[in-house]
């Protein structure tokens, strides 16, 4: 009795093997990215299309527009990756809390130019994201690959850009590691960086203040890979426009 008993459990388990899908299949879905946009001074109403198009060539992210911060409570908890081009604006201790909590307990953080000169009463924010905003020049310049060994980077040559070279305040508390780099009248800034939160994934970067540089391929490319890897994901290249 035993005996057939065990091999009808086997039979079982063999059936399930080939007929069940795989643990984690799940995850292997579109990577689900909430993002944020907002406030002044930057035109994110026609610059964070530009993005969304590049990001939908790839046909692995799902791509949800906000400007609502609320959503940072509790919806947040429905996506993968959270995405952040927003200026200025406040966040409630709720909001916040959603926010970094998100990001702690494993989610994606993508932070894009000004989205280090926002929510500066929130010190929590602050922390994670690791720089905040203190200044800025402007012109065409090279932006160097500083860690060539980052998944992120590792495949990327040296650009050139139009755009804004921020300068930043770092949180005592942040450690981040550089991946972008310029050198420029004097001025040596990193242009993006990674870092963790507790289980969640952070990349930033100061690139991407108006059409010249959303537009850019380069800037494109940068920030695609960064969502990837925010996401856990495999890293890959957006594919080129048709």
Request: hydrophobic content about 35%; aromatic content about 10%.
């Amino acid at each position: 009795m035993k005996a057939r008993t065990a091999a009808s459990l086997m039979a079982g388990l063999l059936v399930c093997l080939a007929a069940c899908p795989a643990v984690g299949a799940e995850s292997a879905g579109k990577v689900k990215v909430l993002f944020l946009r907002g406030g002044g001074v930057h035109d994110w109403k026609n610059n964070t299309p530009i993005l969304k198009e590049v990001l939908d060539r790839t046909a692995d992210f799902d791509i949800t527009f906000t400007e609502n911060l609320d959503d940072l409570k509790e919806r947040i908890r429905q996506f993968d990756v959270l995405a952040v081009y927003t200026t200025g604006l406040t966040l409630s201790e709720e909001q916040e809390a959603g926010l970094c909590g998100f990001v702690a307990d494993g989610g994606g953080y993508v932070g894009i130019h000004s989205a280090s000169d926002s929510f500066k009463n929130a010190d929590r924010y602050w922390e994670m994201v690791g720089g905040r905003f203190a200044g800025h020049g402007h012109g065409t310049f090279t932006v160097h690959i500083y860690d060539k060994d980052h998944p992120i980077t590792r495949a990327m040559k040296d650009f050139e850009i139009t755009d804004e070279t921020y300068r930043h305040n770092y949180h005592p508390n942040a450690q981040m590691r550089s991946l972008l780099r310029i050198e420029r009248n004097g001025e040596r800034q990193s242009m993006a960086w990674v870092s963790h939160y507790g289980k969640g994934r952070v990349f930033y970067t100061g690139l991407g203040h108006g059409r010249e540089a959303w537009t850019n391929p380069h800037f494109q490319r940068l920030v695609v890979r960064g969502m990837y890897w925010a996401a856990g994901r495999e890293v890959k290249d957006p594919p080129a426009a048709k």
